[in-house]
């Protein structure tokens, strides 16, 4: 499985675009790159999922270069809500599926 | 859908009892993943199931713990004897294979407290 890293915290105000970067520099060509959201006394919640480009849903943008060795995920106008840790994940399904959940990345948001 | 259902919310107990959290995957689903998460070590797969059938269980901390799925819609983690060092925030999630990317619903934890 590819290892990634991803800063441990990200602070933020209210209304900013929030974007969180993750390295993956060893993905390989059958990964997806997965995000998920987990807030305090909750457990993980999917946010997103790529391959390669960009990729938007109701909730977050995920930006994946040519190369795919890293990946953005951006989180636009961000509310106190979005107070989490953030977790980027690259695996590969092929028949199973097997998450390896990082530190993950808290981010803060403030009034 | 109720979404995956955990029980008990909250679980304290002392040193050498028996603990046995309880799930309820997402019907229909064919994976359920049990994790342990703490400050510490963060989130860790134990062990996983695919139609009731442990395919992994390399996570698995020690021989203390087991896990079995006797249905589709119910699974157990056993720990026994518990020791303080098991406290941490257990989760279950379940998923569904479908040829393509899929995603892990989870439930809402365990927290675990081993006096």
């Known amino acids: 499985l590819a290892k990634t890293t991803q800063p441990i915290s990200m602070d933020s105000y209210e209304g900013q675009e929030v974007n969180i970067t993750c390295s993956h520099n060893?993905?390989?060509?059958?990964?997806?790159i997965t995000w998920y959201q987990q807030f305090p006394s909750q457990g993980p919640r999917f946010i997103i999922q790529?391959?390669?480009t960009k990729v938007t849903n109701e909730v977050a943008s995920l930006f994946i270069p040519a190369d795919r060795k890293s990946s953005t995920l951006s989180l636009p106008r961000v509310s106190l809500s979005d107070t989490a840790v953030y977790y980027c994940?690259?695996?590969?399904?092929?028949?199973?599926?097997?998450?390896?959940f990082g530190k993950g990345t808290m981010l803060l948001v403030s009034p | 859908d109720a979404g995956v259902i955990q029980s008990p919310r909250h679980e304290v107990t002392e040193m050498g009892q028996e603990v046995t959290l309880r799930c309820k995957p997402i019907?229909?689903?064919?994976?359920l993943f049990w994790y342990r998460q703490t400050m510490m070590r963060g989130l860790e797969l134990l062990i996983y199931?695919?139609?009731?059938?442990?395919?992994?269980d390399s996570g698995m901390p020690e021989d203390r713990f087991s896990a079995k799925m006797p249905n589709a819609s119910f699974s157990t983690l056993k720990i026994q004897p518990s020791e303080p060092r098991d406290s941490a925030v257990y989760f279950c999630?379940?998923?569904?294979?479908?040829?393509?990317?899929?995603?892990?619903?989870f439930g809402p934890g365990t927290r675990l407290t081993v006096l």
């Open positions: 994940l690259v695996g590969e399904t092929r028949g199973y599926s097997t998450l390896t």
């Open positions: 060893n993905i390989a060509t059958n990964d997806y």
């Open positions: 999630a379940s998923t569904l294979t479908s040829g393509r990317p899929d995603t892990q619903y």
């Open positions: 790529g391959y390669k």
């Open positions: 199931f695919n139609n009731n059938v442990p395919i992994d």
């Open positions: 019907s229909g689903h064919d994976y």
